[in-house]
């Protein structure tokens, strides 16, 4: 049976950013997830991309980018169905639009140009999009709910203070920068590190792997992780791309725990009072760990008190995101 949303949320992966705005301004989520080979992949969400569109009629399609696959081939079925696009483009497509290989470059020009909306997490993109004549909003992530979550039960014996690094290994993450860091400070002996994510199967890791103060936890099951980053006393979680605003941050704020980030400007007008600052050097990640450890009560009272001024911001930033949204099918929020 055909139903009549005007708008819609579509998406090819989970992520909690889509679930939450999803929640927050009231519209249908379709979650379009198939793992394995690319093709068989591709295939499949596309086909059920379709069927979605077919089965709703919406006025308006927000997609979450990336998938800028799902991006591209929305801006070719709005020219048959008529809706409009919005892209939740967050905060890497000045990474693709700048430094991705020429034929993912176009694909996402191509999206950016056909979009009727473009909706990012920080402003200093907004220079990037300026070219492309695109309708902006502006809305950084939100604070997740992150449960109070015991530590894994493998790392209960740990008794030393933690220090947690959020880490998926990504190009923009300074891994071995932050471990020397560690190392070289004053809290090596004091502390132990941990560092999230898969690691990488190749040997520029064997010389931490020795070390009895840090542990890989490798993948980490969300109860894991929330527990893991709760009980943890530093997170660290730094990019070496001044636009790119990281998910540790508002994770720490969710669980009123400091957390150490990059010093860009982009970072410090979103992540304020119970954050640490480090420029991407060795060194400078040093001293924001030995600051942290000369003042810990203090900077966790501020991050509990700069979480509830953060909410109070996001909650304008989203309606604001929502009247533009809800203004590209004539209604109002």
């Known amino acids: 049976m055909q139903k009549n949303n005007d708008i819609i949320f579509i998406s090819w992966e989970h992520h909690r950013r889509t679930r939450t705005l999803a929640k927050k301004i009231n519209i249908p989520l379709f979650e379009i997830v198939y793992g394995g080979n690319p093709i068989f992949r591709y295939s499949y969400c596309i086909i059920k991309t379709v069927e979605t569109i077919l089965n709703n009629s919406p006025r308006v399609i927000i997609v979450q980018t990336p998938s800028y696959v799902l991006a ?28 991705q290989p020429s034929l993912t470059r176009w694909f996402v020009e191509r999206s950016v140009k056909n979009a009727d909306l473009i909706v990012v997490t920080n402003d200093t993109v907004f220079p990037i999009l300026d070219k492309y004549a695109t309708k902006r909003a502006l809305l950084p992530d939100c604070i997740p709910d992150i449960p109070k979550n015991p530590p894994p039960k493998q790392y209960l014996h740990h ?28 809290q090596a002996s004091k502390a132990h590190l941990f560092v999230t994510g898969r690691l990488p199967e190749e040997h520029a890791y064997d010389y931490y792997l020795q070390k009895n103060n840090i542990t890989f936890t490798g993948y980490l099951s969300f109860e894991d992780f929330d527990g893991l980053i709760s009980n943890s006393n530093l997170l660290i979680d730094i990019s070496t791309d001044p636009t790119v605003l990281v998910c540790g941050g508002y ?7 400091p957390c150490v980030v990059s010093s860009s400007p982009s970072s410090k007008s979103v992540f304020e009072s119970g954050f640490l600052y480090s420029r991407i050097s060795t060194e400078d990640c040093r001293r924001a760990i030995e600051d942290y450890f000369l003042s810990p009560k203090v900077y966790q009272r501020d991050i509990k008190t700069y979480k509830a001024i953060f909410n109070t911001k996001w909650e304008k930033l989203l309606h604001d995101a929502e009247l533009k949204i809800r203004a590209l099918t004539g209604d109002r929020a």
């Open 72 to 99: 591209f081939f929305c801006t070719l079925l709005k020219q048959i169905f008529g809706f409009k696009l919005v892209m939740d483009a967050h905060n890497g497509v000045t990474y693709r639009l700048n430094k």
């Open 159 to 186: 008794k030393l203070p933690s220090i947690t690094v959020i880490s998926s290994f990504q190009h923009d993450e300074p891994i071995q920068l932050i471990l020397d860091a560690f190392l070289e400070s004053n």
């Open 251 to 257: 994770e720490a704020m969710a669980v009123e725990v």
